[in-house]
T-cell receptor
Framework: DTEVTQTPKHLVMGMTNKKSLKCEQHMGHRAMYWYKQKAKKPPELMFVYSYEKLSINESVPSRFSPECPNSSLLNLHLHALQPEDSALYLC??????????????FGEGSRLTVL | QQQVKQSPQSLIVQKGGISIINCAYENTAFDYFPWYQQFPGKGPALLIAIRPDVSEKKEGRFTISFNKSAKQFSLHIMDSQPGDSATYFCAASRLVTSGSRLTFGEGTQLTVNP
């Protein structure tokens, strides 16, 4: 079982809806990530939080808004999405670099469908 | 500079055979090279990883071979089993203080026939 828990597992939303994806880890990791994965494609990095501060934003549209309320939680707020945003959204965590092995622990993902 | 090229896109082997997946990178600043395994409906899981100061790493049936001068690395799966059927992603990263910024290859869909 993965130690990174994502909810919900499936989400269907209209283009005018506001919804959130949630991610939780209790491994003491201080770096957390959002990735987007389309079918038969590799994961694409969206955001990285390090010590609860946003450290990397890969030029993601503002309709995706990340939030890291504490060291265990990561949210992705969704608003006014487009059908092409339908994908598997993966959360991951890792140790920050000073103690890092470099390993990312991924959750099972939230499957998002935008109608 | 940030690309990682992976081949083949798909691979079919017989049970007990050897599966070989190859990757090449461009950015010499990369210092961590993991392989991830992903089953349908699941997130990727780390399989094995190597740093550029070693040329080979073996864990059970899985071996990474690393050629720093050629900027290439490969995954060998010995005695392949039907349970190994999955998508495999090579990746590379440069560990920075903000975390691990992985660049993934395009993936290889491995099918192991019984």
């Amino acid at each position: 079982d993965t130690e990174v828990t994502q909810t919900p597992k499936h989400l269907v939303m209209g283009m005018t809806n506001k919804k959130s994806l949630k991610c939780e880890q209790h491994m003491g990791h201080r770096a957390m990530y959002w990735y987007k994965q389309k079918a038969k494609k590799p994961p694409e990095l969206m955001f990285v939080y390090s010590y609860e501060k946003l450290s990397i934003n890969e030029s993601v549209p503002s309709r995706f808004s990340p939030e890291c309320p504490n060291s265990s939680l990561l949210n992705l707020h969704l608003h006014a999405l487009q059908p092409e945003d339908s994908a598997l959204y993966l959360c991951a965590s890792s140790q920050p670099t000073r103690r890092a092995t470099g390993e990312l622990f991924f959750g099972e993902g939230s499957r998002l469908t935008v109608l | 500079q940030q690309q990682v090229k992976q081949s083949p896109q798909s691979l079919i082997v017989q049970k007990g055979g050897i599966s070989i997946i190859n990757c090449a990178y461009e950015n010499t600043a990369f210092d961590y090279f993991p392989w991830y395994q992903q089953f349908p409906g699941k997130g990727p899981a780390l399989l094995i990883a190597i740093r550029p100061d070693v040329s080979e790493k073996k864990e059970g049936r899985f071996t990474i071979s690393f050629n720093k001068s050629a900027k290439q690395f490969s995954l060998h799966i010995m005695d392949s089993q039907p349970g190994d059927s999955a998508t495999y992603f090579c990746a590379a990263s440069r560990l920075v203080t903000s975390g691990s910024r992985l660049t993934f290859g395009e993936g290889t869909q491995l099918t192991v026939n019984p």
